[in-house]
């Protein structure tokens, strides 16, 4: 267990619609990290936040959004879904940058239909 | 973080050795070198970190030589619960830079 926690674990929904992945860092961790997994894409890095601010973006289409709140929880939102967003979503929390050792979460898999 | 190149793929057989080297050319001086390790539908978990020579953990060994352009991810007499994907990442601890995930290594382990 590696103290992050991410909620739902599952999610089927269907095209056009809108959601909200939860996520809960490890205590003590100011970083929160989201990536999308899919079989074709491998690990792809969404967007980072420190302590409540962005800090780094990546590959994060602008259909998807996603905020750190003051008591250190993150959630991402997903909308106009699409087929092709169907994929493991993770989180993951360091207590500083990105290089330094990250612990992820369990993941939620989301299936558009 | 720093681009690095790793194998796609690797084969071994249970109770062998493993040794899974990784690339990179571009590691600044303050970087340091990061392994995870993940199995199919599940976050990596990571499993050592290293700035020179030699680290050992109770799982695996790192070894980085001098000029820090490779290391590689020592795993000692592997079992088929070792198969997995490994991943390489460089770079600094404190950094807030977009991370880099490359297809990593494939690891097979045969009976």
């Known amino acids: 267990d590696s103290g992050v926690t991410q909620t739902p674990k599952h999610l089927i929904t269907a095209t056009g619609q809108r959601v909200t992945l939860r996520c809960s860092p490890r205590?003590?961790?100011?970083?929160v990290y989201w990536y999308q997994q899919s079989l074709d894409q491998g690990l792809q890095f969404l967007i980072q936040?420190?302590?409540?601010?962005?800090?780094a973006k990546g590959n994060i289409l602008e259909r998807f959004s996603a905020q750190q709140f003051p008591d250190l929880h993150s959630e991402l939102n997903l909308s106009s879904l699409e087929l092709g967003d169907s994929a493991l979503y993770f989180c993951?929390?360091?207590?500083?940058?990105?290089?330094?050792?990250?612990?992820f979460g369990p993941g939620t898999r989301l299936t558009v239909l | 973080l720093a681009k690095t190149t790793q194998p796609i793929s690797m084969d071994s057989y249970e109770g062998q050795e493993v040794n899974i080297t990784c690339s990179h050319n571009?590691?600044?001086?303050?970087?340091?070198i990061t392994w995870y390790q993940q199995f199919p539908s599940q976050g990596p978990r990571f499993i050592i970190q290293?700035?020179?020579t030699k680290v050992t953990n109770e799982v695996a060994s790192l070894f980085i030589p001098a000029d820090r352009k490779s290391s590689t991810l020592s795993l000692p007499r592997v079992s088929l619960s070792d198969t997995a994907v490994y991943y390489c990442?460089?770079?600094?601890?404190?950094?807030?830079?977009?991370?880099?995930f490359g297809p990593g290594t494939s690891l097979s382990v045969i009976p």
């Open positions: 290293g700035y020179k």
């Open positions: 205590s003590g961790d100011l970083s």
């Open positions: 571009n590691i600044a001086t303050n970087d340091y």
């Open positions: 990442l460089v770079g600094l601890k404190t950094s807030y830079d977009k991370v880099i």
């Open positions: 936040y420190y302590n409540g601010e962005e800090r």
């Open positions: 993951a929390s360091s207590v500083v940058g990105s290089g330094g050792e990250q612990f």
